[in-house]
């Protein structure tokens, strides 16, 4: 396949001076473009102006071209999942229902966005085009009567044009009057051409049996019916019948004397000159192929269109003019060359959705190749790959993308890790969406990273319970313990913890770190003495020591907190416990040298609270219950 | 393609680099002027500058951004021989309503004898790790051990790679399959020296950075260097601005079992592009390495692809037009946006007005 050489567009960057460089740095979806000056040995230049967002042309920001990828997506992932059990023949159908699927969502956009109708009515012409040969894949006889089906799609002027002859006073005076029948001949529309003529015939009595000749003529014409009895040999044994008949009415100069039904007796023939004659009419080179094919060789072969299309396309056009992108498109497309049609179409069109959901249709149809890629990816995995990036770099339809790296067996999955983490943050919310994305793909990096970013950027704006958190869904024990060291020094420095509920509800999440287990259980130590359960509250506070739960650094306060336990009328820390409270005041003090006096008068303090309680709760155990 | 909008950058002297942060809503620049701007993007479009400051006392030449994951950390590398590390700090609430925040100096790293002509952050998966270039020729690559403790760095590997350097880019893949690397560019520009791109690789058992690779067939100075993201290939592509833009493949050889030296590769050249006719000065992947752009002497940056045949081949061309915009260099302009539409467009039945 060769490449069609198409030079790069070049886009003006205003830029204040010549013999400058240009700068560059790649974002999500454009390039920032700079002025300034590379050389070795450092430049100094002048003052320096501005900083250019550059974007490519595909506007993806459109809102109607949203609602193209937003229906086009449902219409792939149901395409993707059509049962694999069915054999090939039984999902034809299907898959020429899909195609017409996709062709109304182009039509629906066609209706709200009359500027782009250009554009859209191409790729519709062409996706319909696709579909007749290549989906729907029609043989010879039916192949005429589809391609017959897309020109009158695609050529709606002649209703109007119609409806305004008939609306006038006298319609077989007007002036386009003879321009609407031929135009319903050179469709094929003959049905309509005779209730046209009518009109005309009243006018001329005397011309009555000459009418009356056209109008058996046009009654006569075989149309293939594929749903009947009729073989195709049948068929084109009456046709060539009738033909022969129109052809002996020429010969005999039955309209010689009106020379508007002489033309449509031509073109009945499939004179080529008087079919060239109504270029106007006509106003395209496929137009003229469908019609020449109607009245010369209406059992037409796929195969043999090309040969058709090609001298077609040549005498059609006049010396003068080029083809046209769209032209060779639909040449490619008459020829079969599916490939061709592809990268035409690529390169034609400055966008992928068109290229992409054809080629992932057509891939479905098993009508594509597989080429093996250099990176062992292949066609329709390239074009969705590109598509979706596409669409990665869109505020919201980013989601979209997703799907389509789903279906994309070979790379999707990495580029979608690689874009996902990319997706700007923005809310909580957001964060939330993309991390369900991940968590549902077991992207457990992606997962870890997001919430980290997150975790991270709570902690900075000082929400320690965020933080906190995200940490925890991150499963990153440093940072958990990093956190929880802020919640107790916070707690050191306030006398109150803040994010209560959270730390309340930690559950199992508790044991991603020790310094998290300590945070919790110390909190439950101040809720149990809240709650007055002192009892309880005492021996958790013992074994956060004893269990080495807290960490040492701590133990001062913890011992603290134990005064008012000591203090009280009642005695609830026992003679072990006290034992084991003074052991613990012992081991902090030996280690300690600190000589401070506020420290050292709380130590006193403690040691005088704990020898009291010991000699309480000595007492009270040897006592004998009377 | 077309001009979105622009952006009045403010610098006094010329802007040496532009970076986005990770996810594209901020921009930092860094100028001639010594100084470093930090810009946001808001909901809008519409790009604020959020801090200036200087950052050197000599020309500002790279300035890039940590993984988020770090927090919002910039480091920046000068003409005056040092490279530093930057940190935001969240503000006083009534400076967030003026849409202003406030960068400090977390560390400056000092031990380049010379001009240092890149700074890049390692890729995440290695953790906090900074590597700087020089002009006299040494690779140095520093760590915080203590992420929260951004003032703590260590100059953990100092590697001399006997000509002056310009560039390094490290390999972005955290794929187990291959250790970590990096590459390195000097804009020595005597052809008698040999190979001006050095590839370095970790090397488990030593724990330092071994010398893999040396493309020999570069031999005139290159000034820019960078690996394309992995993607899952089990081969590296690296792109090179030189006296042209070229793009290489590196394949891993397998490794006998008892082998400890550094991974052997072979060396393929994928495309060489001389459209610039000139010196190119940078060359980057966007973040899907579909698309590299260069740019050059020849005052154009260019966009290179690969078809799915992989063949590569210029899909467009940025170009100064040497118009200024009204109020243009050497006045300080009040921030405006220009949004102009130049079409881009193919002939025939797809025409110009639709922007599709």
Same mark, same amino acid.
């Given at each position: 396949m060769e490449e069609v050489d198409v030079e790069p567009a070049i886009t003006n960057i205003p830029a204040a001076s010549a013999g400058t460089h240009l700068g560059f740095a790649w974002g999500p979806g454009d390039i920032l473009v700079y002025e300034t000056l590379y050389k070795a040995s450092g430049a100094i230049g002048s003052g320096c102006p501005c900083i250019h967002e550059v974007r490519k042309d595909e506007d993806i920001y459109s809102p109607i071209l949203r609602k193209l990828f937003n229906e086009s997506h449902h219409i792939f992932v149901g395409l993707q999942t059509i049962g694999e059990d069915l054999p090939s023949k039984n999902k034809k159908p299907q898959f020429v229902s899909i195609s017409k699927n996709y062709r109304s969502v182009i039509r629906a956009c066609m209706e709200e966005l009359q500027q782009v109708v250009s554009i859209l009515l191409a790729i519709e012409l062409i996706w319909n085009l696709c579909e007749v040969l290549f989906i729907d894949a029609a043989p010879a006889g039916s192949l005429l009567l589809h391609l017959l089906d897309w020109v009158r799609l695609h050529k709606a002027d002649v209703d109007e044009k119609a409806r305004e002859v008939l609306q006038s006073e006298s319609p077989a005076e007007h002036h386009d009057y003879w321009n609407v029948v031929v135009s319903y001949v050179l469709q094929g529309r003959l049905e309509e051409a005779r209730q046209m003529l009518v009109k005309q015939a009243t006018l001329q009595p005397a011309a009555r049996s000459m009418y009356k000749l056209m109008d058996t003529l046009l009654s006569k014409m075989p149309f293939y019916n594929p749903g009947g009895t009729q073989t195709l040999t049948e068929f084109d044994v009456k046709w060539r019948h009738w033909h022969e008949e129109v052809d002996r009415c020429l010969q005999d100069n039955s309209f010689a004397s009106n020379k508007h039904l002489e033309v449509i007796c031509k073109i009945l023939v499939g004179d080529e000159d008087t079919l060239l004659e109504h270029k106007d009419l006509l106003s395209t080179w496929y137009h003229f192929l469908v019609t020449r094919l109607l009245f010369c060789h209406p059992t037409v072969k796929p195969t043999e269109l090309h040969y058709y299309a090609q001298s077609c396309l040549t005498m059609f056009l006049d010396s003068r003019s080029v083809p046209e992108p769209l032209d060779s498109i639909l040449l490619a497309a008459f020829e079969f060359d599916i490939h061709q049609v592809i990268k035409d179409c690529s390169i034609a069109l400055n966008n992928w959705w068109f290229v992409a959901h054809l080629t992932d249709l057509l891939d479905h149809c098993k009508l594509l190749q597989s080429h093996n890629l250099h990176f062992g990816s292949n066609l329709r995995e390239f074009l969705l790959l590109e598509y979706a990036s596409g669409l990665f770099t869109h505020h919201s339809l980013w989601q979209l993308a997703v799907d389509y790296f789903d279906h994309c067996p070979e790379f999707g999955r990495v580029y979608l890790e690689l874009q996902i983490e990319r997706v700007p943050l923005d809310t909580e919310r957001k964060a939330l969406k993309v991390l369900r994305i991940c968590e549902q793909r077991q992207m457990s990096e992606q997962v870890r990273s997001i919430c980290k970013i997150m975790a991270m950027r709570a902690l900075r704006n000082n929400r320690l319970g965020s933080a906190l958190s995200w940490s925890i869904r991150a499963k990153d024990a440093a940072f958990a313990t990093l956190i929880s060291e802020k919640f107790l020094q916070d707690y050191c420095a306030r006398g109150t913890f803040s994010d209560l509920d959270l730390i309340d509800n930690l559950g199992p999440a508790m044991l991603l770190s020790d310094r998290l287990t300590f945070l919790g259980k110390y909190r439950e130590f101040h809720k149990l003495y809240g709650e007055k359960r002192s009892g309880e509250a005492a021996k958790l506070l013992l074994s956060l020591m004893t269990a080495k739960i807290a960490p040492r650094s701590f133990w001062m306060t913890l011992l603290t907190d134990a005064l008012p336990l000591l203090e009280q009328k009642e005695v609830i820390f026992s003679a072990d416990q006290t034992h084991e409270l003074m052991f613990c005041l012992e081991e902090l003090t030996s280690l300690n040298t600190t000589d401070e006096d506020t420290e050292l008068t709380k130590v006193e303090l403690l040691r005088l609270a704990l020898a009291r309680n010991l000699a309480r709760a000595i007492v009270k155990e040897g006592t004998v219950e009377a | 393609m077309f001009v979105a909008r622009s952006i009045a950058a403010d610098h006094k002297d010329l802007i040496h680099d532009v970076s986005y942060d990770f996810h594209g809503r901020r921009m930092a620049t860094c100028s001639s002027d010594q100084s470093v701007k930090v810009w946001d993007k808001s909901e809008n479009g519409e790009w604020h500058c959020t801090a200036s400051w200087k950052t050197h006392s000599g020309s500002v030449w790279r300035v890039t951004w940590a993984h988020p994951e770090f927090g919002q950390v910039l480091a920046s590398c000068s003409f005056d021989r040092t490279a530093a590390v930057w940190e935001e700090i969240v503000g006083e609430s009534n400076d967030k309503q003026r849409g202003l925040s406030h960068w400090i100096k977390r560390t400056t790293l000092v031990d380049s004898r010379t001009s240092v002509t890149d700074v890049k952050f390692a890729p995440k998966h290695m953790g906090l790790m900074l590597t700087t270039c020089s002009a006299d020729g040494v690779v140095r690559i520093y760590e915080a051990p203590d992420v929260m403790n951004l003032s703590q760095w260590s100059l953990q590997h100092e590697i001399s790679c006997k000509l002056s350097c310009s560039c390094i880019s490290w390999n972005p893949s955290s794929s187990r399959a291959h250790p970590p690397m990096f590459a390195v560019g000097s804009?020595?520009?005597?052809?008698?020296? %040999? %190979?001006?791109v050095q590839i370095y690789e970790y090397n488990e058992n030593t724990r330092k950075y071994a010398k893999a690779e040396t493309l020999m067939t570069v031999t005139d100075a290159v000034h820019d260097i960078a690996f394309a993201p992995n993607l899952g290939r089990s081969f590296h592509v690296l792109a090179i601005a030189t006296k042209d833009v070229r793009i290489f493949k590196l394949v891993p050889m397998r490794k006998e079992s008892t082998s400890t030296g550094p991974t052997k590769f072979e060396v393929q050249i994928v495309a060489q592009f001389d459209n610039h006719n000139s010196q190119v000065w940078r060359v980057s992947w966007n973040i899907t390495s579909t698309l590299l752009a260069s740019s050059g002497d020849d005052g154009c940056v260019r966009l290179w692809k690969a078809n799915y045949m992989d063949n590569w081949k210029c899909t467009g061309i940025l170009k100064g037009d040497g118009s200024p915009l009204s109020g243009s260099s050497g006045q300080p302009t009040a921030m405006s946006t220009v949004v102009a539409i130049l079409g881009y467009q193919n002939q025939g039945v797809f025409k110009a007005n639709i922007i599709m």
């Open positions: - | 804009d020595d520009s005597n052809v008698t020296y %040999g %190979g001006k």
